[in-house]
T-cell receptor, first 111, second 110 residues
């Protein structure tokens, strides 16, 4: 079945550091790929998405590129801020609309 | 921007009580979901619905039940709450290929 594997956390960075959170997937066909963010005490918010190979999703300085050849969708940000501290989830959606989520990666950014 | 609401946001209740967690969405989405989120953050699908009068159990066995009488409303009920039910409960609805989440209900059973 479809599945998502993402980098285990927690990840702790200093402000303005470069962020990478790795995500790989297993799926039949051509899934859509997502990154969600969850701030403390809140639900998940869609951060960015990509629907086909080589698409790049971007939002709020975060980027991720759909790499079919490596089945990956790594999240990157060039300069993190304290306000980026949250839990990040990688996810996929297949053509039947079933979604699979990764286990989540907690990011803490220190001033 | 998605409009999906959950009430209450926080609930502390004694063992044995019956509770209902409310979830509503105004987007007309047919597909709706309930997840239980453990302290380790991982999401576990406990129920889903593909439309009115459709309900299915998810990947994680749960003692809760759900109903879907109206498209916009997908409540979750626990007939007799226990401390093991203490968790964060997240509701979501799906438009096209994207799920939109409510703010969650933090349930504590004493």
């Amino acid at each position: 079945g479809n599945s998502v594997t993402q980098m285990e956390g927690p990840v702790t960075l200093s402000e303005e550091a470069f962020l990478t959170i790795n995500c790989t997937y297993t799926a039949t066909g051509y899934p859509s790929l997502f990154w969600y963010v969850q701030y403390p005490g809140e639900g998940l918010q869609l951060l960015l998405k990509a629907t086909k190979a080589d698409d790049k999703g971007s939002n709020k300085g975060f980027e991720a590129t759909y790499r079919k050849e490596t089945t990956s969708f790594h999240l990157e940000k060039g300069s993190v801020q304290v306000s980026d501290s949250a839990v990040y989830f990688c996810a996929l959606s297949d053509r039947w609309g079933d979604m699979r989520f990764g286990a989540g990666t907690r990011l803490t950014v220190k001033p | 921007e998605a409009d999906i609401y959950q009430t209450p946001r926080y609930l502390v209740i004694g063992t044995g009580k019956k509770i209902t967690l409310e979830c509503s969405q105004t987007m007309g989405h047919d597909k709706m979901y309930w997840y239980q989120q453990d302290p380790g953050m991982e999401l576990h699908l406990i129920h889903y619905s593909y439309g009115v009068n459709s309900t299915e159990k998810g990947d994680l066995s749960s003692e809760s039940t759900v109903s879907r009488i109206r498209t916009e409303h997908f409540p979750l009920t626990l007939e007799s709450a226990r401390p093991s039910h203490t968790s964060q409960y997240l509701c979501a609805s799906m438009g096209l290929d994207t799920q939109y989440f409510g703010p969650g209900t933090r349930l504590t059973v004493l």
